[in-house]
């Protein structure tokens, strides 16, 4: 069967994995909260359907629609994340802080996973694409506007997450903001001396400290 797979195959079903996992720590974090997380999680998955689990992408992908399998399941996970979210904020707006927490530690642990530390913009930026999960490969969601030895600036073109929120009626600015925590606490832990900034809505940014 992983004849029919390629790496880009592996490499979109592993930033599925890492954004499932983050799932499971929503459900985690709403439990410690008191709130039904468990039950959420159930009502979900029949909405949804349930997560890949990290099994063996040749033990569960569909070989005859390889990527409309990893799209569909990008598009799940995406439902299930906005829906968790969505609820833990309109039971309390102050879980925002929290959350913030709960994407930190996946975004150091992220770059604790990654081999070797980097100065290089460029190689930072490359190393956050494996693990963020933008869409498919043939979306081109990001483009990079500046490359240079202190920076590297890019720019969205298109939003795939928004009607994810609309339909579980949250906002998706919350996924913004908790994805720049993720990325701030990734590159930093995989560089002392760069930072990631949000510049603008569309715009951001893997800068040199101090410059």
Not at 96 to 115: C, I, N, T
Request: glycine fraction near 6%.
């Amino acid at each position: 069967m992983s004849l029919f797979l390629g790496k880009i195959h592996y490499w979109l079903y592993d930033k599925i994995n890492w954004f499932e996992a983050l799932e499971v720590e929503l459900i985690k974090f709403a439990n410690e909260k008191g709130l039904p997380g468990d039950e959420w999680a159930k009502e979900l998955y029949e909405t949804y359907g349930y997560p890949a689990g990290n099994k063996p992408l040749e033990e569960v992908i569909d070989t005859n629609n390889i990527h409309g399998w990893l799209q569909d399941k990008i598009h799940r996970a995406e439902g299930r994340h906005a829906a968790l979210i969505t609820r833990l904020l309109e039971k309390n707006a102050e879980n925002l802080e929290g959350l913030k927490d709960v994407f930190q530690k996946q975004g150091a642990l992220a770059a604790s996973r990654y081999d070797g530390q980097t100065d290089d913009p460029e190689a930072l930026f490359n190393a956050l694409n494996d693990f963020l999960l933008e869409g498919m490969p043939c979306d081109r969601v990001n483009e990079v506007t500046v490359s240079e030895d202190n920076e590297i600036k890019w720019v969205r073109t298109v939003c795939l997450h928004n009607d994810h929120w609309n339909n579980a009626g949250g906002d998706v600015k919350n996924f913004y903001i908790l994805r720049d925590e993720w990325t701030k606490a990734f590159v930093e832990n995989l560089s002392s001396n760069m930072t990631y900034n949000r510049l603008s809505e569309e715009t951001q940014a893997i800068q040199r400290k101090g410059e």
